[in-house]
């Protein structure tokens, strides 16, 4: 690493800046490390929030690490602030308590908040938006206390927040604009298969309707004219960058901070790593919003800050539990060729796709881990397939790689 490098400086305490911090520990940086975060808890990953802390018997916030081990490690933690500017003459950044804190690289990594509803009903006391602690816990008390919930987006935290609604005896309607759900990340066969599970659960969905306004006997109209129960209204309908404090840099794009392969702006010194990375997808330019990214691709940034010119070229990968459901998608899953593999009726059964000379791009896995293994590995190598294999449940997946 080069020996001028004596200060680096975090922005975002999450869990793409604790995974650069101790990353950097890890790999042999000994010099001073501060990580900076808005909110004043321990860094920790989002996931649980629509998810264990949601459940009928509530797990207690995780940590990503103890109080003590960022001690140990010599990391200094910075809570409860932002930044509201950024001198890259002086190399130093400005929090909003007016102390400034000086660095030789600086790490953005302060993520997304939720898209707050254009024009529609806005109450803090019966409209919700999931992304921090005190989120979760609000959320999760309308929960308990049974309350008729609308969940306005039908993407993976409304359907995750759907089933532990229902999984507390809440009546749930999910209103999505669209023509089904999750439509920007599968395609209309495990969208098919979501409606149809949710629906089992007791979910009422529409689509193609929007909230309008939120009446005051505890119903929500929709743009159809329709009225339903809502006592409780959670929004999600997608996230907006974390980009104050750093939007004068010249660094910035519609989706972030704008990043090359090495996880580094056009600013030198200066990297951006988690969901604010506007990071080269092949066509263009755009956020990766997933766990996988923001570990992988956080630790892919420590390597360029030890020294190694590394690029970041891991394919995109998410899961979503929903109950019962294990949903996992990999690389490009809704274009190219289709090949579906098992029964899109039943509860187990992937959809693969596929290049113009058969080298798997993307895959969809509903309740079936295993196989998204063997996907990933495929997706990432460009490996080659024999589709009227791949389509035959019956012949091992190991199997149909030519």
Request: glycine fraction near 12%; charged fraction near 25%; charge should be negative.
């Amino acid at each position: 690493m080069n020996e001028d490098i004596n200060r680096i400086v975090i922005v975002g305490a999450g869990q793409a800046g604790a995974t650069v911090a101790f990353g950097l520990r890890r790999g042999g940086f000994a010099g001073e490390i501060t990580l900076v975060g808005e909110e004043t808890h321990l860094p920790y990953e989002r996931p649980q929030l629509s998810k264990e802390m949601l459940r009928p018997e509530p797990a207690a916030l995780r940590s990503i690490k103890t109080q003590g081990e960022f001690e140990a490690g010599g990391i200094q933690l910075s809570l409860g602030r932002r930044v509201i500017r950024v001198d890259t003459n002086d190399r130093r950044i400005e929090l909003d308590n007016g102390s400034p804190l000086a660095f030789d690289r600086l790490v953005i990594a302060t993520g997304v908040s939720p898209r707050q509803l254009p024009g529609g009903p806005h109450d803090p006391h019966r409209v919700r938006y999931l992304r921090t602690v005190e989120d979760a816990v609000n959320l999760r008390a309308d929960l308990k206390a049974g309350k008729p919930v609308v969940i306005v987006g039908g993407g993976v935290i409304g359907l995750e927040v759907a089933v532990a609604a229902r999984a507390l005896g809440c009546r749930v309607t999910v209103i999505e604009t669209s023509d089904r759900l999750m439509s920007r990340s599968i395609d209309e066969t495990v969208s098919d298969y979501l409606d149809r599970a949710h629906r089992n659960n007791g979910v009422d969905i529409r689509y193609g309707v929007s909230a309008t306004e939120l009446l005051d006997d505890g119903w929500l109209k929709l743009s159809d004219g329709s009225c339903i129960a809502a006592e409780s209204v959670l929004v999600g309908i997608g996230v907006t960058p974390n980009v104050v404090g750093f939007e004068d840099l010249g660094i910035t794009d519609a989706s972030g901070v704008r990043v090359d392969a090495h996880g580094q702006t056009a600013l030198p010194g200066i990297y951006a790593t988690g969901d604010i990375a506007s990071q080269p997808n092949g066509v263009g330019y755009g956020r990766i919003e997933t766990w996988a990214n923001a570990q992988d691709h956080a630790l892919n940034v420590v390597a360029n800050l030890l020294g190694d010119a590394v690029r970041y070229e891991a394919p995109v990968w998410f899961w979503s539990d929903q109950g019962p459901i294990n949903l996992q998608v990999v690389g490009h899953a809704t274009h190219g060729k289709r090949v579906i593999r098992g029964d899109a009726a039943g509860e187990t059964f992937n959809v693969f796709w596929l290049s113009d000379d058969d080298r798997v791009t993307g895959c969809a896995t509903v309740n079936a881990a295993k196989d998204m293994a063997v996907a990933r590995r495929w997706v990432k190598q460009g490996s080659r397939v024999d589709p009227r294999q791949i389509a035959d449940s019956g012949i091992p997946l190991r199997h149909c790689a030519l």
